[in-house]
């Protein structure tokens, strides 16, 4: 059995993808995910361990049965939960679509569902409930939206300190998941 201890990135990219020249760099959920990684860059104690580096990179040119989708499941597969970037940007691509349908009902992995255009907690928050502009996003992504219920979620703003304390957090860690849910920290 491999080692969970990467963190799956899962955000919306439009296709076909190509991280050469501007296109990736353009794609603002893709910036999202770079941040995480120049946050570990600058500072090597930052609780992230990015899936993505623990393969070999594809590019959208390949084939999606052959190639594509099996490195997306080998990668889900060696991972300890999925950060998942969600916004009024976020588009039900086929990769999203098989990366969280994967993490969560064939794996079971706990999310992070991190919303990029919010940065405190209580920007997402509504008498200690998320606002209802937030659970709108979800339909952005019906497989997430339909199958959340069976795994831990916890909501947080794009926020260094929160999602430090999230990757850290052994309630969404595969291993030592909590009952599956919808969470929030309260401060």
Not at 42 to 63: A, E
Not at 101 to 117: E, F, K, R, S, T
Not at 135 to 157: A, E, G, Y
């Amino acid at each position: 059995m491999a080692y969970k201890n990467g963190n799956y990135c899962a955000f919306y990219v439009s296709e076909p993808f190509s991280e050469t020249i501007l296109g990736a760099h353009a794609t603002k959920d893709f910036v999202y995910y770079n941040l995480l990684r120049s946050w570990k860059g600058k500072d090597l104690s930052f609780p992230f361990n990015d899936s993505h580096n623990k393969t070999y990179n594809v590019r959208d040119s390949s084939n999606w049965e052959l190639t594509l989708k099996p490195r997306l499941r080998e990668r889900l597969r060696n991972s300890k939960n999925v950060i998942l970037f969600l916004s009024e940007r976020t588009i039900n691509s086929r990769a999203l679509r098989e990366e969280i349908d994967y993490g969560i009902n064939l794996l079971g992995l706990p999310i992070i569902v991190v919303y990029p255009d919010y940065n405190t907690q209580e920007s997402i928050l509504q008498n200690g409930s998320l606002k209802q502009v937030i659970k709108n996003l979800w339909s952005n992504l019906p497989v997430f939206r339909d199958s959340m219920s069976k795994v831990p979620t916890l909501h947080i703003p794009m926020n260094k300190h929160l999602i430090t304390r999230s990757l850290q957090d052994s309630d969404f860690m595969i291993n030592t998941k909590t009952t599956p849910d919808m969470y929030i920290y309260r401060n």
